[in-house]
């Protein structure tokens, strides 16, 4: 193990970013400038950026030649999919947004047929104006010598600059595209916990070529025995080893077959760690994806509501149109909880565990919002304000309990629908061919 593994471990080395921690010191290196082939120092600073994960920030500087460089590197596990952000820039607010760009990730802007390649820029911690100011930046770097060999192709690169440069001024909108394998990218949203209409975020499965890119073997699988007896395997709790996704040390993970009454059964998943204490679970449906969405529309009229048994699985999205509030899939996981279970998790991810709630990011204005936010939230679930839940799941696997059941449930109304061409492009239903697939 590793000293930094072993560090994170016992929670020594990252620290949570606040610019109030004096105890929080970069470790500084002696090290080789590039530039002038002299020693100069790196500062290293392992920290951890709050709703996001683990990093390492860099920052070298050379006393003999004045040259320096940052950058950035993701200090936790390849995340378990891609991500993939396409933001639509439309004022020079718009500008600001922080973004966090690893080494593996390629930008795309298809107004200029732009495109920076993975893996030909080091992980940086900017905004999206500092996307733009460090490709041009490369740009510029060898244009005296391209003007001495080859005027032309100069020519043409200075005219490109100039169209980078004019998009700071966004006098047109443009696309912005962060395209991921690793999954250790980001794009602020400044509406929190308001939806960001502007910014799409798509999760999807890694390609072999992706995983080849990454250095990920991919594991052979396993021939599993088949079990005969289902009704033995829903009265046992299976146990598998598996890595703690906080502090990445070797843990336990409990998996059941539970059946819920009135709907379907699922599979319940809970891992302990040993080392840091940190506690998860997760909730997959045991079935297939239904052919039709479901949407579940729950009014609260009474405090008792918040017992109400609730599964949202983990391609389900949460609105609370009185706040003007809607959570996104995947932002959290699969869960079977109670109604006040989900609440309170909701206020944890915007309120508590909020990246833009401390640190350089942190603004009165921001914070008020997100306090104000959680009083409500607070209220909800005290039954002090009338309001409607509506679980949104295109592939019909979530679950709000009816306490009037078999009969209807007068303040709870359930609509099916027919998913959209990106909703299955987003489930990956689009490509799925289940039918004479063994066919050439």
Request: proline letters at 5%; hydrophobic letters at 35%.
């Amino acid at each position: 193990m590793s000293v930094i593994e072993e560090e994170r471990v016992r929670g020594g080395v990252f620290k949570d970013i606040n610019a109030d921690d004096e105890d929080h010191q970069p470790t500084v290196i002696e090290s080789l400038c590039m530039n002038c082939y002299k020693n100069g120092s790196t500062r290293l600073l392992f920290t951890k950026i709050p709703f996001f994960k683990e990093i390492i920030i860099s920052s070298f500087t050379c006393p003999h030649c004045n040259w320096t460089n940052t950058e950035i590197q993701s200090a936790g596990r390849i995340q378990e999919q891609g991500v993939l952000y396409t933001l639509q820039v439309k004022t020079k607010q718009d500008m600001n947004r922080e973004v966090v760009k690893s080494d593996s990730a390629s930008t795309r802007i298809p107004q200029l047929d732009f495109e920076i390649p993975p893996f030909t820029q080091k992980g940086s911690l900017s905004t999206i104006e500092g996307l733009l100011d460090r490709a041009v930046t490369g740009l510029e770097q060898d244009q005296p010598v391209r003007k001495g060999t080859d005027p032309a192709v100069a020519e043409k690169i200075d005219e490109f600059i100039q169209r980078l440069k004019k998009l700071k001024e966004v006098e047109e909108e443009f696309t912005l595209i962060i395209d991921d394998p690793s999954g250790n990218s980001f794009i602020e949203n400044p509406f929190v916990p308001q939806k960001d209409t502007a910014l799409s975020v798509t999760y999807y499965n890694r390609t072999a070529e992706h995983n080849a890119a990454l250095g990920i073997e991919e594991e052979e699988k396993q021939d599993e025995k088949t079990v005969d007896d289902i009704d033995a395997m829903r009265n046992e709790v299976l146990v598998f080893n598996t890595n703690c996704p906080e502090c990445n040390a070797p843990a336990n993970t409990n998996m059941k077959l539970v059946q819920i009454p009135h709907f379907k059964e699922v599979i319940i998943m809970a891992t302990n760690c040993d080392s840091c204490g940190h506690r998860t679970n997760e909730v997959k449906s045991g079935g297939a994806t239904e052919e039709l969405g479901t949407r579940i529309t729950l009014h609260l009229t009474d405090p008792s509501d918040m017992s109400r048994d609730l599964l949202k699985s983990e391609t389900c999205s949460v609105l609370i149109p009185e706040l003007e509030f809607e959570l996104g899939m995947a932002a959290v996981g699969g869960k079977f909880t109670t109604l006040e279970g989900l609440l309170k998790d909701i206020k944890d991810l915007i309120v508590s565990k909020n990246p833009f709630m401390c640190g350089d990011s942190f603004t009165a204005d921001r914070a008020g919002k997100l306090e104000l936010f959680g009083q409500k939230i607070d209220k909800i679930m005290a039954g002090e304000m009338d309001v409607h839940i509506i679980l949104d799941d295109p592939t019909g696997n979530s679950y709000i309990q009816n306490v009037y059941a078999p009969d209807p449930d007068p303040e709870m109304k359930i609509e099916k629908y027919t998913r959209t061409f990106e909703q299955n492009e987003d489930l990956g239903l689009n490509d799925m061919k289940t039918e004479g697939y063994a066919e050439k």
